[in-house]
């Protein structure tokens, strides 16, 4: 499913229909897509997606951190009672989290909340571009990481998130 409209297509949407498609490309977030409709036009999916990452690199660290927050736990309990996005649902079954071990899934919500509890923020990472294993991996490694470190590294995850999902909606 990659590419819905062509970028000339989306440079003639109006505000609303813009902030209306792009609404969850950085996940329960409007208002990025809000802040660079009026950066229209864009030259690319690409383009578009800079767009977006230039305005999470100029958040404070309370709004990354709040970005963060809005990210549901990688097998968590969002998932467990089908309460996921559509686009969440369909990244985590990317990784093959739904398809994980009884062993494997009490594994990786024990080190969600080890991470939480650490960090104040939830594990992020690019599920697209991990399989399960792998994330449990980054997990394991990434809750030695400092706070600062942690914050850089989910925005850069959110980043990633959020190129694939414009792709999914832009022809690129
Ligand atoms: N916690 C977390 O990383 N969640 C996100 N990752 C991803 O690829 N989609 C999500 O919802």
């Given amino acids: 499913m990659d590419g819905v409209l062509r970028v000339e297509e989306v440079n003639a949407l109006g505000n609303e229909q813009f902030v209306w498609i792009f609404n969850n490309i950085v996940e329960n977030y409007p ?22 990452s230039n305005y999470l690199d100029l958040l404070p660290i309370h709004g990354k951190e709040e970005v963060l927050k809005l990210h549901p736990d990688l097998a968590g309990r969002l998932a467990d009672e089908g309460k996921l996005t559509k686009d969440s649902l369909r990244e985590q079954k990317s990784a093959g989290l739904h398809n994980l071990t009884p062993e494997e899934k009490a594994q990786i919500k024990q080190l969600n ?19 399960a294993e792998a994330i449990l991996q980054g997990l394991q490694t990434r809750l030695h990481n400092s706070h600062e470190k942690e914050l850089e590294t989910g925005i850069n995850e959110v980043k990633k998130i959020c190129r694939l999902r414009v792709k999914d909606l832009v022809l690129s």
Wanted: charged share 20%; with cysteine; net charge neutral.
């Fill in 31 to 52: 208002q990025v897509a809000s802040a660079i409709c009026n950066q229209c036009p864009f030259t690319s999916a690409d383009h578009l997606a800079d767009a977006a």
């Fill in 113 to 131: 909340a080890s991470y939480r509890e650490k960090f104040g923020f939830p594990f992020v990472i690019c599920a697209r571009e991990n399989k």
